[in-house]
């Protein structure tokens, strides 16, 4: 399970920064979000898997929380990109 610690880590740190990075407004969402899947792309091929291929009825419990992060910390970005930017 370090994958995922590390997982957990890098976004949480990424989560920290998202008021600073909601003044860019769009290109920062973007970016932002780029920034998860390349760590759960990372975290999958760390645990033997391909990141898009796997359906969650057959995915190992690792793949099952990498879902579950990556749908978390999307929803709380989504969250503060969606308000108004100055």
Do not use: D, H, W
């Not at 909601?22 to 975290?43: R, S």
Request: positive net charge.
């Amino acid at each position: 399970m370090r994958p995922l610690k590390a997982f957990i880590l890098v976004v949480a740190s990424i989560l920290s920064s998202a008021p600073q990075q909601e003044a860019a407004g769009p290109i920062a969402y973007g970016i932002c979000q780029t920034g998860y899947n390349v760590v759960v792309v990372a975290c999958y091929a760390a645990v033997g898997f391909t990141f898009g291929t796997i359906v969650a009825p057959v995915a190992p419990p690792a793949i099952l929380a990498y879902n579950t992060a990556l749908g978390t910390c999307s929803t709380a970005r989504s969250a503060v990109a969606s308000t108004s930017t100055p």
